[in-house]
């Protein structure tokens, strides 16, 4: 980690749908942000889009490698079929960095049942590609980028899950930073959870024919 004022995000996979959207709330918020992607010409065309957006120059466009390089804190934005061909050439290039897990492990066949891999969650099974030296969280898996690419508050909150209680602060810090309310949700195995409800919420949307469900944790907060 570093003690650099601005925070340099690479978002590996960064130029699908929830990609940009995380990168423009946090390139809205102070943050250098960097597109990764397979190719150097599709990044830059994200970046360029939304620098136009931002009307300045804080998003830049890599290779995902030479993001990972250059990040000090990276997002995984892949769809769960690309996780590990994505992550294993970086394990060494994000060593002693922290990786935010985004994706989620879908059941193509049917989108709206929960189906684990066998690692527990594709969080813990990120961790498991990386190794010890990474630092994986896993968190923003039910804020749709619909919302993301809108400005204003999102009426969904985000579970953080993850090992680290370092890794889990600076990643509850990103939650915040996306102008989003983050919860401490508990160790990585947790991130079942949070990556299971994705599949519970795209139910949601069909049944109720709602756009985009999310979740709000509830309670009042008990006298000190
Ligand atoms: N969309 C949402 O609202 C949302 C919300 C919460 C969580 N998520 C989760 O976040 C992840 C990304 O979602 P998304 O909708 O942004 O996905 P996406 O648009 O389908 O893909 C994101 C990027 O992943 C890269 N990619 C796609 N196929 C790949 C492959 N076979 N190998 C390597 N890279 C590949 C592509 O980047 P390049 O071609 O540039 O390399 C693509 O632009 C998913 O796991 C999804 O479940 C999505």
Same mark, same amino acid.
């Given at each position: 980690?570093?003690?650099?004022?601005?925070?340099?995000?690479?978002?590996?996979?960064?130029? =699908?749908?929830?990609?940009?959207?995380?990168?423009?709330?946090?390139?809205?918020?102070?943050?250098?942000?960097?597109?990764?992607?397979?190719?150097?010409?599709?990044?830059?065309?994200?970046?360029?889009?939304?620098?136009? #957006?931002?009307? #300045?120059?804080?998003?830049? $466009?890599?290779?995902?490698?030479?993001?990972?390089?250059?990040?000090?804190?990276?997002?995984? /934005?892949? %769809?769960?079929? !690309?996780?590990?061909? /994505?992550? &294993? %050439?970086?394990?060494?290039?994000?060593? =002693?960095?922290?990786?935010?897990?985004?994706?989620? %492990?879908?059941?193509?066949?049917?989108?709206?049942?929960?189906?684990?891999?066998?690692?527990?969650?594709?969080?813990?099974?990120?961790? &498991?590609?990386?190794?010890?030296?990474?630092?994986?969280?896993?968190?923003?898996?039910?804020?749709?980028?619909?919302?993301?690419?809108?400005?204003?508050?999102?009426?969904?909150?985000?579970?953080?899950?993850?090992?680290?209680? !370092?890794?889990?602060?600076? /990643?509850?810090?990103?939650? $915040? !930073?996306?102008?989003?309310?983050?919860?401490?949700?508990?160790?990585?195995?947790?991130?079942?959870?949070?990556?299971?409800?994705?599949?519970?919420?795209?139910?949601?949307?069909?049944?109720?024919?709602?756009?985009?469900?999310?979740?709000?944790?509830?309670?009042?907060?008990?006298? /000190?």
């Amino acid at each position: 980690m570093t003690d650099r004022l601005i925070l340099t995000l690479a978002i590996l996979g960064g130029t =699908g749908n929830e990609g940009p959207g995380l990168a423009y709330r946090w390139a809205q918020a102070g943050y250098h942000v960097i597109i990764g992607s397979r190719s150097s010409e599709k990044a830059a065309g994200v970046a360029a889009d939304l620098n136009a #957006r931002l009307e #300045r120059d804080f998003v830049d $466009a890599m290779l995902n490698a030479d993001a990972a390089k250059a990040c000090d804190i990276a997002i995984l /934005t892949v %769809p769960y079929a !690309a996780q590990r061909a /994505t992550l &294993e %050439p970086l394990k060494d290039l994000l060593s =002693g960095k922290l990786l935010v897990n985004v994706t989620v %492990p879908l059941d193509t066949e049917n989108v709206a049942g929960v189906r684990m891999p066998p690692a527990g969650s594709a969080a813990q099974e990120a961790q &498991e590609i990386l190794g010890d030296a990474v630092s994986v969280t896993a968190a923003f898996q039910a804020v749709s980028h619909i919302h993301l690419r809108q400005d204003g508050p999102i009426a969904s909150d985000v579970l953080v899950c993850g090992d680290s209680d !370092a890794a889990k602060e600076q /990643t509850l810090q990103l939650v $915040a !930073a996306a102008g989003l309310t983050g919860w401490d949700a508990g160790p990585l195995q947790n991130s079942v959870v949070a990556e299971g409800l994705v599949a519970v919420l795209i139910g949601i949307n069909k049944r109720y024919k709602i756009k985009s469900a999310g979740i709000r944790i509830t309670g009042e907060q008990a006298p /000190t």
